[in-house]
């Protein structure tokens, strides 16, 4: 899994422009982040792609674009995740790598749960 | 003032003389604003060839060419003409007008999200929803178009903005935008690659026309000792009657081109992207060959070719940083030789007498009689890939084509486009009878803004290129490639007052040109061709150099 980080202007269209070229180039993006950052006027994308040479092929077409500051891989420890499990007692929230959450959903065997995947 | 007011003045401000497109609703008030300005507003017949024309006039000028159309249908009509723009890198800004911003998005009369719309075919654009930003946001516009690679920038102007007010300090706000990389790491490099090669090739492609560096090129040529293929948007950018440029490569090129380009040991690419219609089969192209590729656009660079030393500038400066650092080559020149013998021997039998008259006499006739400064412009299919291996560009003249979109009915607009740029000039669309049919209500356009091009018609009653690929590839089992009934071309362009020759026999078609040059309107030179040529040679799509289907080329200097 590849993380990339994206520094842009904070304004209506940016998403849109930026997945475009993902979608041009038919990569799958496996899980995105967005908000507003510590710079005025500017947001921060973090998103995650299976493919490094995908990655690296869409990297300079992202910096082309000229709402994107500045655009690159980062290096990422291990693959997060996290779960919501919702049993008789209330709602627990688990967070962690995706073995250990993976364990401690098969363990706990709620009545119900949501999982997301790859998250960073 | 108000924002109609400002938007006429930023255009002023920027240099713009001239304009195309058509009014509608959310333009009013600027088009009000136009009747007091010096800006020669041209009034198209439909907004693609606005696009088309404004694209001409940037290819000759070498400025933005500036075209606007209204909400919704005029937006979409537009798309076309900006796409064409965006695949062949030329300046361009594209205005259109959008409903009110208090109504965006609840589809209001003749809406469309243009934003969106034009989003992946241009190389910026703006949806104006905020008066102060407006002026700053125009001439953003025409620095982007201008910077870096050229392409078309667009924006999208809501009718309230035209009404707002806009102040004295908003518009004189200064504007930046990043400069362009460049990264000449690899100079060196490339530089002991050439100095070393034994069999070096320059392929230039259509960085090279917009950075004109043409004469820079043959310098460097020279000094390599080293044979020069082109592709189609290079054609022009380097004279074709000299003896080490052997002409356009790729699918339907000429053998030597593509001779030089699978037998060399290290090809130099200028501002070329190895698009499909060059390399055929990508895997097969350039195996034995190692690759330095120039490009002003970092994202070229081992795009669609690995494994080279990659040089990021725009051509006239990397081409001249080479030429400093070049010292001695180090072989002999035996290829020089070989590739000026063969380009000698790769001469095309232009069946010049047959009947019924053969298109590329035609356009033999055109290489021979139009001036040497010239701008020809050509539609898409056969009569484009006839003009590109049978019409000599040199001295001044001008090559304009539809390369990547491939844009059947750009070559008339573009003229007339050029024609507004060029007056002095001759200017003429070498034409398809398929393509000419989707732009033809632009005969209006040219009579009524006095831009007499000349249109060579290679009128053979088939859309055909895809006839060709028919007969070649499915077995003749044609299908919707047959114009049934096509009009009356002579009576139809004279309805619209321009003049217009049917031509059927070789020996009229000389005296045709000469006429149509000399015309002071537009003139329509119907050549009824054999509709059962083909182009030839062609190298089948997908397949490499050993498959080339040769027709009447003469070729012997073997596998290319």
Redo the contacts between chains.
Sequence with gaps: MEVMMLLVYDQ??VM??VM?EFN?KRINVETIVVGKCEMADKARIVLSIKDREKAM?VL??L?????VIDADLVEQERHEAYALLFSKEGVCRVTGTVEEVDSIVGKSKPERYIQAMNAI | MKGARAAVELLEEQNVKVMFGIPGGVLLQFYDELVQSDIRHILVRHEQCAGHMADGFARVSKRPGVCIATSGPGATNLVTGVATAYMDSSPMVAITGQVATNVLGNDAFQEADAFSLMMPITKHNFRVTDPKEFPETLKKAFLIATTGRYGPVHIDIPVDIFSADITDEQMSKEVRVPKPKRNLTGLLDALKLLENAERPTIMVGGGVTWSQAGGDIMRLAEMLMCPVVTTLMAKGSVPENHPLVLGVCGMHGRQVANYALNNCDVLLAIGTRFSDRVTGKLSEFGTKTKVVHVDIDSSEIGKNVKGRVGLVGDAWTVVNALIAGMQQRKKAPTWKQKMLDLNKQCSCDYDLTSEPLKPQKVIHELSKHLPEDAIITTEVGQNQMWALHFFKCYGKRQFITSGGLGTMGFGFPAALGAKVAAPDRVVADIAGDGSLQMVIQEFATAMENDLPVVIALLDNGWLGNVKQWQKLFYGERYIATKFGRNPDFVKLAEAYGAEALRVERPSEVAEAIQRGVKAEVPMLLDFIVDPEEDVLPMLPPGKSSGDCIKGRCRWKGGVC
Excluded: K
């Design positions: 209506p269209g849109q422009r475009g041009r092929s300079e077409h910096r082309a674009l000229h709402e």
